[in-house]
Antibody, heavy 115, light 108 residues
Framework: EEQLVESGGGLVKPGGSLRISCGAF????????MSWVRQAPGKGLEWVGRIGVTTDYAAPVKGRFTISRDDSKNMLYLQMNSLKTEDTAVYYC???????????WGQGTLVTVSS | DIRMTQSPSSLSASVGDRVTITCRAS??????LGWYQQKPGKAPKRLIYGASSLQSGVPSRFSGSGSGTVFTLTISSVQPEDFATYYC??????????FGQGTRLDIK
């Protein structure tokens, strides 16, 4: 059974850094494009970025966030630097295997940026 | 940037009702649109891609239609498990994708 498990969320001060991870199970991870999508508390969904042939980012995080992957470990990462209070959200990783939009999502990890 | 606007923002329905949610794009996007369902505290679930293609495993009471700037998600007969928030998303501007603000469906 395919599964995505995010980890590494927590409380960080404004200006700080955090790396969150996403473990993939039950499918051929190295052949799959992966996305990060976030959701601020009580708000809607916001695409963060994707790693495929290229790596692309949404404007609010470009230059501060970096997506990477380790196919040998079936792991996806999101390195977040220069964090702002508005980055507070649940961060979801998701596969992108068809239809050019995320298809299967993990359960998310909460990142809180607060002093 | 392509903006997606959903209407209504919320609606109430009874079990068995036919429900339609509309998503409008700020410019033409062909059929580059999908729909998601999200229940409280859970991850989104993809229902529709390519404007009208039903995701595997999704009940046939869900359907999507439209092209260009106006799209609809229809639930032909709402079931208790369908009460949730629904989001549209466009990928015309791929690699950038943008979501609508969401439509909450609750029980009347």
């Amino acid at each position: 059974e395919e599964q995505l498990v995010e980890s590494g969320g927590g409380l960080v001060k404004p200006g700080g850094s955090l790396r969150i991870s996403c473990g993939a199970f039950g499918f051929p991870f190295k052949t799959v494009w992966m996305s990060w999508v976030r959701q601020a508390p009580g708000k809607g969904l916001e695409w963060v970025g994707r790693i495929g042939v290229t790596t692309d980012y949404a404007a609010p995080v470009k230059g501060r966030f970096t997506i990477s992957r380790d196919d040998s470990k079936n792991m996806l990462y999101l390195q977040m630097n220069s964090l702002k209070t508005e980055d507070t959200a649940v961060y979801y990783c998701a596969t992108e295997r068809s239809g050019w939009i995320p298809d299967y999502w993990g359960q998310g990890t909460l990142v809180t940026v607060s002093s | 940037d392509i903006r997606m606007t959903q209407s209504p923002s919320s609606l109430s329905a009874s079990v068995g009702d036919r429900v339609t949610i509309t998503c409008r794009a700020s410019q033409g996007i062909g059929n580059d649109l999908g729909w998601y369902q999200q229940k409280p505290g859970k991850a989104p679930k993809r229902l529709i891609y390519g404007a009208s293609s039903l995701q595997s495993g999704v009940p046939s009471r869900f359907s999507g239609s439209g092209s260009g700037t106006v799209f609809t998600l229809t639930i032909s007969s709402v079931q208790p498990e369908d009460f949730a928030t629904y989001y549209c998303v466009q990928h015309k501007s791929y690699p950038l994708i943008t979501f609508g603000q969401g439509t909450r469906l609750d029980i009347k």
